[in-house]
């Protein structure tokens, strides 16, 4: 089974420590190919990022197509680009806060999204919605910390998210916490360790799903609104994006 990891940002170090992550939970058998576009912003902050964001998710879709990946999770907690991730491959395709908002429902009551700056909590929120989550979402909260600090040397951010997971934990009467950015991923055994409550990385999260979709033979529905996108003419800096029509079916004998 060949696995691919999109960190959608362009940051190379974080995209080592993100497919770190994936390969300590990864099962035997399974490759893990991390990558991080050719194109894009080097961290995913903003409405505005994300956007940017997406044509070179798309591209590394389509590579992995041609390279005949198996499965792929999309590694920023926006889930940038997901449904149109999801038109485009044939197996499945999962994003690291569907998946770590789906399993912290499973291993507790309530839990509180942990991420980067304040700006983003309202997205964070917004897929807590669209994903059934919100009831069991029982706060986001933000240690206002950029997320390539995460990767700074002598950078205090382990510190900081630490003391906002037991924040939540005291404030939120939440008893899960989310890490609700991929740059946290290496950060998640230490405060599980450190508070003594489930902690969800949405990297491992998602590795796994896709691990077990996989395996079932489960990958997105075709039928409707997730099926390969209708092909026309696509101009101007997008123009390599277009899309050839489909081979006609081959008509049986009678």
């Known amino acids: 089974m060949r696995i691919k990891i999109i960190n959608p940002n362009t940051t190379w170090s974080m995209t080592e420590k993100i497919g770190a992550c994936a390969r300590s939970v990864a099962r035997p058998g399974t490759e893990i190919v991390a990558v991080s576009p050719a194109m894009g912003p080097a961290s995913i902050e903003s409405h505005y990022d994300e956007a940017l964001a997406v044509p070179g998710l798309l591209q590394e879709i389509a590579a992995g ?24 491959a044939r197996g499945p395709v999962v994003g690291i806060a569907q998946a770590a ?7 507790g009551s309530r839990f509180s999204v942990v991420t980067t700056l304040g700006r983003t909590t309202g997205q964070a929120w917004h897929l807590a919605e669209a994903y059934g989550m919100k009831r069991f979402c029982a706060n ?29 934990l005291d404030e939120d009467g939440s008893d899960t916490i989310v890490l609700g950015c991929a740059g946290m991923a ?23 799903l896709i691990e077990s979709l996989v395996n079932l033979r ?13 092909p026309k003419p696509i101009v101007g800096l997008l123009e390599g994006f277009t899309l050839a029509a489909p081979a006609p079916a081959l008509k049986r004998a009678a």
């Open 218 to 230: 489960l990958a997105t529905s075709k039928r409707g609104e997730l099926a390969q996108p209708l």
């Open 186 to 208: 290496d950060l998640c055994a230490h405060i599980g360790q450190v508070l003594g409550v489930p902690v969800i990385d949405g990297v491992a999260a998602g590795t796994q």
């Open 140 to 168: 986001v909260r933000a240690c206002e910390i950029p997320v390539l600090e995460l990767d700074a040397p002598g950078s205090k951010a382990r510190e900081r998210i630490v003391d906002e997971c037991r924040r939540a």
């Open 65 to 88: 197509e041609r390279e005949g990946i198996d499965g792929y999770v999309i590694a920023c907690f926006g889930d940038p680009g997901l449904q149109a991730a999801r038109e485009l």
């Open 101 to 107: 908002m789906h399993l912290a429902s499973l291993v």
